[in-house]
């Protein structure tokens, strides 16, 4: 008996240590403009019926799978709910995405549009991402389908990007 009392005695004293060790710190990073749509668009609704949305003020959020290596002028947002993915592209110098921001989830306000290319602009395009990324790409490199014509972006105005530490 009085081993069964130590052993749950040590358990109990034990559970405020073990679970101050598993408290998560939460810090959210504002850029820009204070986000102040508070209507989540799923990125999956956005693309699907993207003549809906077209110059409206929207907000989405998601995760963020890649942020511009060169000025951190862009991100590509992943949808959390599906596979679609947009990018959210910001005027140079007025946010700038942190690298270390990849992988984290992010609340995005701004303006839904549509870029439509010619196939010159699509390779164009194309070979710029490509130079960001520290690859170089010759025109024979390249091959275009329909969707290298038309992007849909959001052009950022303000973004809340969560770390979980």
């Known amino acids: 008996m009085r081993v069964s009392l130590k052993i749950l005695t040590i358990i109990f004293l034990s559970i405020p240590l073990y679970s101050q060790t598993q408290k998560s710190e939460i810090t959210m990073e504002n850029l820009g403009v204070e986000i102040s749509n508070i209507n989540i668009s799923s990125i999956k609704e956005l693309l699907s019926n993207p003549s809906d949305y077209l110059g409206d003020n929207v907000t989405i959020n998601g995760k963020i799978i ?7 002028c862009w991100i590509e947002v992943k949808d959390f709910y599906s596979e679609e993915v947009i990018r959210v592209k910001v005027k140079d110098g007025d946010i700038i ?4 921001s990849k992988n984290k989830e ?11 290319f010619t196939e010159e602009q699509a390779i164009e395009w194309k070979i710029h991402l490509a130079e960001e990324k520290g690859i ?22 303000g973004a809340q990007i969560t770390t979980i530490n």
């Not at 890649?66 to 951190?72: F, I, T």
């Not at 995405?97 to 270390?100: A, R």
């Not at 992010?106 to 439509?116: A, Y």
Request: some cysteine; charged content about 25%.
């Open 136 to 157: 170089q790409l010759s025109l024979e490199d390249i091959t275009l389908d329909a969707s290298d014509l038309v992007e849909y972006r959001v052009q950022g105005l």
């Open 106 to 116: 992010v609340l995005v306000e701004g303006v839904f549009s549509k870029l439509d």
């Open 66 to 72: 890649d942020v511009c290596p060169m000025m951190g």
């Open 97 to 100: 995405f942190p690298k270390e």
